[in-house]
């Protein structure tokens, strides 16, 4: 607009000089709306709203995954029904609101000499394109992130984005490793305000240990691939986080207006799941009554804590009376734990890098050491939730999980034992348990063909999706990928067009059943 403007003034002419114009423009600059940024004010904004990405496609994931259902049957996520809509905000705050702001912030550290800032940049853009892939497929890269110069890029293989996101961690590792004398502006600012990486103030050995889980999450994916290595897994692991004081994750410490962007998801002012229940997969395995399992009656004492006592679940598809599963007048999804207004939204956890490494080490034949991380997650995830408290409603509190309890619970028949009782079915059950909510669960019931004899308490929902439903084959009846977001169905549709061409789908519905790059042989 300053460029426009001087140049009108230019052509005006005798009646308008070159020190009235700059005078003009002067008045016209808003000191409130800057046009350039120093990079510790990007850095909260790209890591808050890649959290946020995952927040808004965990509101379809949990209903897939069957941590939650409707309490009234509809033809949507739990029915497998999906649309557009569902994955409109995993696209767009991917690449308008978080990895679109990165280039700008690496740009600004890069002229100011700040390499820790271009470092959280890559690690960030690793996390952000993982998950983008993980939910969608195909997604752009090497044509996206050029503004006005392209508004319509191709979109990438996945296979070229797992490679993609390797080289990211990489280098944003190598970038962290280097002395915070060479950085002209610290990674963590206090003064006179909070500013700069709000997830890990300032550790850089975090950001490492997040980058290095990242990279053992994805090639944890490849099970089905020749590529798959187990060890080169378990070295990763053995880089990254050391406890739950690593944890990636975003606490909500302050409701302030808007509400609804700065509170939980998953909470009562967001208000996304007042129609929904536990399913009735969640509750048996915390209630024991796990079907088909030789430890039925062992009580997890989470249950209190991520449900109630009382909860009974439903499963998808099916009506519910009106009254069921209300606590304290609320749905009692609202009595969870994690359903605080001022809790977690967790990334990625040191609970889940256990329970990766004990599938790792337990692929690799190493079963003393998948035993131990097995049993380390289990303890991770108790210890974590099990601290008491209010959830905020003075008619909620959760108790607290001793250390006896936690004891007695890893001791009991619900836990392997030893190397012998010790099977990859133990070890999904419980990190299933541990992952609750979280979008990742997705991947783990997909790479594994949501095998039953896995994941014994699953239901395929009543009146299902016909498309789906009427697949032959058990594993390909379940969501494979989100469709397209809507806003790119509706402004790069030859992009679209050639994703439903390269996996032959005829139909959204016949799109969703396509299994990803990493979930085929």
Not at 121 to 137: E, N, P, Q, R, V
Not at 485 to 503: C, I, M, R, W
Request: proline share 6%; aromatic share 12%; glycine share 6%.
């Amino acid at each position: 607009m300053k460029k426009y403007l001087l140049l009108l003034g230019l052509a005006l002419g005798g009646g308008l000089g070159l020190t009235s114009c700059e005078s003009f423009l002067d008045v016209n600059t808003d000191p409130n709306n800057p046009i350039t940024s120093t990079p510790n004010f990007l850095l909260p904004s790209i890591i808050s709203q890649g959290f946020q990405t995952q927040m808004f496609t965990s509101l379809t994931t949990t209903y897939i995954t069957q941590y939650t259902v409707r309490k009234t049957p509809a033809s949507s996520t739990d029915q497998f029904t999906l649309s557009n809509a569902n994955s409109t905000n995993t696209f767009n705050y991917t690449y308008f609101y978080s990895a679109g702001t990165i280039p700008t912030m690496t740009a600004a550290a890069e002229q100011e000499g700040s390499p820790y800032y271009i470092g959280a940049g890559k690690i960030m853009l690793a996390m952000d394109l993982a998950h983008a892939t993980d939910m969608l497929g195909d997604i752009p890269y090497t044509e996206a992130f050029k503004g006005a110069q392209n508004y319509t890029p191709q979109y990438d293989p996945q296979e070229q984005i797992y490679q993609t996101i390797l080289t990211l961690c990489d280098e944003g590792i190598a970038l962290m490793q280097k002395p915070a004398a060479e950085n002209f502006r610290p990674l963590y600012v206090t003064s006179p305000s909070v500013s700069g990486d709000i997830l890990f103030r300032g550790d850089t050995q975090k950001w490492i240990r997040f980058a290095n889980g990242l990279k053992a999450r994805q090639l944890n994916h490849l099970v089905k691939k020749s590529s798959y290595n187990p060890q080169q897994i378990l070295d990763l692991v053995g880089k990254s986080m050391t406890s739950s004081a690593d944890d990636a994750q975003i606490q909500f410490i302050q409701a302030v207006a808007p509400l609804t962007a700065t509170t939980n998801i998953f909470g009562t002012t967001r208000n996304n799941y007042a129609t929904a229940t536990f399913s009735t997969n969640i509750i048996k395995y915390l209630n024991g009554n796990v079907g088909g399992a030789a430890y039925p009656g062992v009580i997890d004492p989470r249950l209190p804590i991520m449900a109630t006592a009382t909860s009974t679940g439903n499963d998808p598809g099916v009506a519910q009376a009106a009254t069921a599963n209300i606590v304290n007048g609320f749905t009692d999804f609202y009595s969870s734990w994690y359903a605080r207004d001022l809790g977690y939204f967790e990334v990625m956890t040191f609970h889940e890098l256990k329970f990766i490494e004990a599938e790792a080490a337990f692929r690799a034949g190493d079963k003393g050491r998948a035993l131990n991380a097995y049993r380390a997650g289990i303890r991770a995830h108790m210890q974590k939730i099990g601290v008491g408290g209010s959830n905020g409603n003075p008619a909620v509190t959760f108790p607290l999980i001793t250390q006896a309890q936690i004891d007695a619970y890893l001791a009991s028949a619900a836990v392997a034992q030893n190397e012998a009782q010790l099977d990859l079915k133990r070890i999904m059950e419980q990190k299933y348990i541990a992952m609750f909510l979280n979008p990742e669960s997705w991947s783990d019931l997909r790479r594994l063909d949501f095998d039953p004899t896995i994941y014994v308490n699953l239901r395929y929902p009543n009146n299902a999706n016909a498309t789906l439903a009427g697949k032959a084959d058990y594993k390909d009846r379940w969501p494979r990928r989100m469709l397209p977001g809507a806003t790119e169905v509706l402004y790069n549709p030859q992009a679209v067009a050639k994703l439903f061409s390269d996996v032959q789908a005829t139909s959204n519905d016949d799109y969703v059943s396509k299994p990803l790059w990493w979930d085929r042989p």
